[in-house]
Every structure is written in structure tokens, then in C-alpha cells.
């Protein structure tokens, strides 16, 4: 994996960012390269919305692509390191954010909602800033641990 310089974006509290994952069979399990709308601005909604996975697999060779829902950031500012060339996705700017294998119980053509919050592994190099006075809310694992 290639770092790069990383991306700096101020005031990211409820900025509303998408990802689309290119997904490659690599013997029984998926790698993805993960691509974020972060550093183009807001994701548009409707332009997003309009991505077609099944054109877009086929437009970039990978064996599926997946649109992980469009939602907004937490913390008020990030910095992440792009790992690789930005790149038009539909009508949408991207960057490849990061490169991971997918867990053994994703589903692409399942509701992902059962999944969450369950601790994976993606090969990112970001940091997230919280000012202080600012709600934080911080997940814990079944076994209590902060995630």
C-alpha cells in the first residue's frame, strides 16, 4: 500500500460523505479498495444515489462494486492519508482511502446494519479531532472495551 500526503478537512461534523467499495474475489474472502468522497466537498445526495454498482463493476473490471449508505462524519476535523489516485465513480469524485480484506460475514446483497459495530481490520492511516465542548459518543465493545 502507498501512502500519500495526507488530506486534511476542517469542519467535518455532520458532513455528509459516501463510499463505494471495488470488490475483487481473492480466494475465499474480498478485498475492497475503498473509495470516500472526503476532499470533494459534501457528497451530493442525488448524484450518489444515482451510482449503478453493476455498471460500475463492469466500468472498472472489479467483480462488484458496493455503495456503503451515504451518512455524516463525527468528528469535527480529520486528516487521512490517500493510499492511491482520486477517481470519478458515476458523476461523483472519490479517493482511495484504503485497502482491506472484507470480513467473512460481509454480504454485498445484504442490509449491513447486522455487522456493525463489530470490530474489522481496514488498512487506513486517518486521525479524527473532536473540540472540546462538543458531544462525543464513544461505542463499546460486548466486552466493554471503547472501539
Keep these: 500500500m502507498t501512502i500519500s500526503a495526507p488530506l486534511h478537512v476542517a469542519d467535518t ?3 455528509a460523505q459516501g463510499e463505494i467499495f471495488l470488490l475483487t474475489q481473492a480466494g475465499d474472502s474480498l478485498d475492497a479498495l475503498v473509495y470516500n468522497t472526503i476532499g470533494f466537498g459534501r457528497c451530493p445526495a442525488e448524484e450518489f444515489a444515482a451510482i449503478d454498482v453493476e455498471q ?3 466500468d472498472t473490471g472489479c467483480d462488484r462494486a458496493w455503495k456503503n449508505p451515504r451518512r455524516g462524519w463525527m468528528p469535527d476535523a480529520l486528516t487521512v492519508a490517500l493510499v492511491g489516485e482520486p477517481r470519478k465513480l458515476g458523476d461523483v469524485m472519490f479517493n482511495l482511502v484504503a485497502h482491506m480484506q472484507m470480513p467473512s460475514s460481509f454480504d454485498p446483497g445484504m442490509d449491513q446494519s447486522a455487522p456493525a459495530y463489530h470490530p474489522m481490520q481496514i488498512r487506513r492511516v486517518s486521525k479524527y479531532e ?3 465542548g462538543r ?3 464513544l461505542l463499546r465493545s460486548p466486552t466493554g472495551s471503547p472501539g
Excluded: H, K, Q
Design 56 to 58: 460500475l463493476a463492469r
Design 135 to 137: 458531544p462525543v459518543f
Design 130 to 132: 473532536f473540540l472540546s
Design 13 to 15: 461534523r455532520a458532513y
